[in-house]
């Protein structure tokens, strides 16, 4: 049985659990059929009002917020739902039943939101239900894919102090192309025009920023740019690329079982990716070893694309570059900077500001050189220089 929501009034609960026992009953997925999840809830409020009518009890108002209410119950994800619903919230993120915050705009801020430990779980759970993935003492991390796009991560005690950490960062549908981040203030036009010309070349693109500058924001971006022909595979650890409809293929890692059989790691999804006549390989995020997988792949022609956590666009050539190393001790580092230098053409480093504003704040070209180090760069576009 489901726990009461703190926010919500006994007479809500009532009509709750009938509209589920209702909606089991008549075998009405609320998911795939909302109408009728709607209509049976509609129903069962007035059923629910002439009962208490007619006893003195307590109603449900008979309108529009009372229905989502009821629907969130049974089939949404309680009081959360009008945070995921609302487009101005970029993410989500609780750290104890009544501390839950949202960011807006690149700002954080506290929410009103109150729940309660079982409920927190309960929603968990029902979010991955719906992805096919588990939090337990023996995986207490986990990190999901919601039906909308959005990204779940779920960390679990004793690995937190006292209560369940969850982070939902959600699906920007309203910015998916380089004209969408012009219109966000994200860049000029000459700079989406710019790196528009550098996705026409085919050139390989390293899009690199610290978290929630908008890396896989801007990735999506360049790819909606690419020839309508060009057949695009994509690697992540859970779905976030969010690319116009194509010719594309997703693919997604898989943690290990509770038995510790079936993992599926990037390296592995990298090779299988090569095998699919990929025009591009977009890996979402390069953080360990499959970077040199995705090096291997670049040497061989196969154009790629992909993000990294870096401070600066150097800072994310010299990651790349020591990445690799984390796949053997037989990785030679004085093959892997050439190897950079030559692979990698443009990287596209994103930021963010004070007041929560991510932009493009530098486009350097590779000159396919590398000394000292560091891979030789030129800088062809700095924000604010034009």
């Not at 008549?26 to 007035?46: L, N």
């Not at 759970?125 to 990204?151: I, Q």
């Not at 380089?178 to 000029?188: E, K, N």
Request: charged share 25%; with cysteine; aromatic share 4%.
């Amino acid at each position: 049985m489901h726990p009461s929501f703190s926010s919500v009034a006994p007479a809500h609960e009532v009509v709750a659990a009938r509209v589920r026992d209702r909606l089991r009953a008549e075998q009405v997925d609320p998911a795939r059929e909302p109408a009728a999840a709607q209509a049976i809830v509609r129903d069962e409020v007035r059923r629910h009002n002439d009962f208490a009518l007619a006893r003195g009890l307590a109603c449900v108002d008979e309108d529009t917020t009372a229905t989502r209410t009821v629907l969130a119950a049974v089939s949404g994800y309680g009081p959360l739902q009008p945070l995921l619903d609302d487009p101005s919230v970029e993410e989500i993120w609780i750290n104890a039943p009544d501390q839950v915050f949202c960011a807006r705009g690149g700002r954080s801020e506290r929410v009103t939101t109150a729940l309660t430990a079982e409920l927190v779980r309960d929603i968990v759970e029902r979010m991955l239900h719906a992805a096919g993935r588990r939090v337990d003492l023996s995986h207490p991390f986990v990190d999901a894919s919601l039906p909308d796009g959005s990204r779940l991560h779920v960390v679990i005690p004793d690995i937190t102090r006292d209560h369940w950490s969850v982070n939902i960062r959600k699906f920007a549908p309203q910015r998916r192309t380089l004209d969408d981040l012009v219109h966000a203030g994200a860049m000029p036009s000459g700079a989406a025009d710019l790196l528009s010309s550098i996705m026409a070349e085919g050139s390989n693109v390293l899009v690199s920023g610290a978290t929630q500058a908008g890396k896989t924001t801007l990735l999506g971006a360049l790819l909606s740019t690419r020839p309508a022909d060009q057949r695009l595979v994509t690697v992540e650890e859970t779905f976030e690329l969010a690319v116009a409809a194509g010719d594309v293929v997703a693919l997604q890692g898989r943690p290990p079982s509770l038995e510790g059989t079936g993992e599926v790691t990037l390296r592995r999804l990298v090779k299988e990716a090569l095998r699919m006549r990929p025009d591009r390989l977009v890996i979402g995020e390069v953080r360990d070893a499959e970077a040199l997988d995705l090096l291997l792949a670049l040497n061989t022609g196969v154009p790629g694309a992909a993000t990294i956590h870096a401070n600066s666009a150097s800072e994310a050539l010299r990651k790349l570059a020591s990445l690799p190393l984390l796949a053997g001790r037989n990785i030679d580092p004085a093959f892997v900077l050439p190897a950079v230098a030559a692979s990698v053409h443009v990287v596209v480093h994103c930021a963010r500001r004070s007041d929560g504003q991510r932009f493009v704040a530098e486009i350097v070209r590779t000159t396919g050189a590398c000394g000292d180090g560091t891979v030789r760069t030129v800088p062809v576009y700095v924000s604010g220089r034009g």
